[in-house]
């Protein structure tokens, strides 16, 4: 048996980020950030880490992610810059 397998279910569209962590310190993810849909990875990319997988979350047409160095101590990250967007098209963070 042979399974569709798909980025979009019911009409909603996923995508999973490959995160490049080329700062000095650990950090964390938040999908979304600043919208209704925004969700931690509850995640750890380590430092000098390469392409990690951090997940599957609902793509929309403002989409981005955010990184803060570890751990996360607001509810409002800022993003520090040296975290890259690895394997998809992105532009500055955000998801074209």
């Known amino acids: 048996m042979l399974a569709d ?6 009409g909603q569209h996923y995508f999973a980020p490959l995160i490049t962590n080329g700062s000095a310190s650990d950090i964390t993810l938040e999908i979304n950030p600043g ?3 925004a969700v931690r990875c509850n995640c750890l990319v380590s430092k000098g880490a ?3 997988h951090i997940g ?13 160095t570890a751990p996360i101590l ?3 990250p800022t993003p520090t810059g040296a975290a890259s967007l690895v394997g998809s098209p ?5 998801w074209c």
Do not use: M, P
Request: glycine content about 4%.
């Open 74 to 76: 607001t509810s409002d």
């Open 5 to 10: 397998v798909s980025a979009d279910v019911d």
């Open 35 to 37: 919208t209704a849909a």
């Open 90 to 94: 992105h532009r500055a963070g955000r």
């Open 56 to 68: 599957y979350y609902r793509l929309y047409q403002n989409s981005s992610v955010a990184a803060t």
């Open 50 to 52: 390469v392409r990690t």
